[in-house]
């Protein structure tokens, strides 16, 4: 899996117009691989590629984030019992 390089740090040092990889954007904007899948699917915030694989350009992960950031409706929610809550 891609990896982002040590440089890039934040979204603005990505092309904006090439598509990234849930695994590839995970560590830069701090979310886990399975976290920013999940709210791709809830928010419809995405672009759907080859074999229906979820990719992101930039502009779609800040839009993502904004959505996790207003308090969007489950994004906090692991959508099932959670035990350690």
Known sequence: M???RPEILKLSDLDPDA???P???APIVGFTNWEIRD???RSGINTRLAKN???LDVDDARRLLRWVKAGAPGANDSGGDNPFK
């Open 23 to 25: 695994e590839f954007l």
């Open 39 to 41: 709210y791709c699917r």
């Open 19 to 21: 598509f990234y990889s």
């Open 2 to 4: 891609a990896t982002p």
């Open 53 to 55: 694989r979820i990719m």
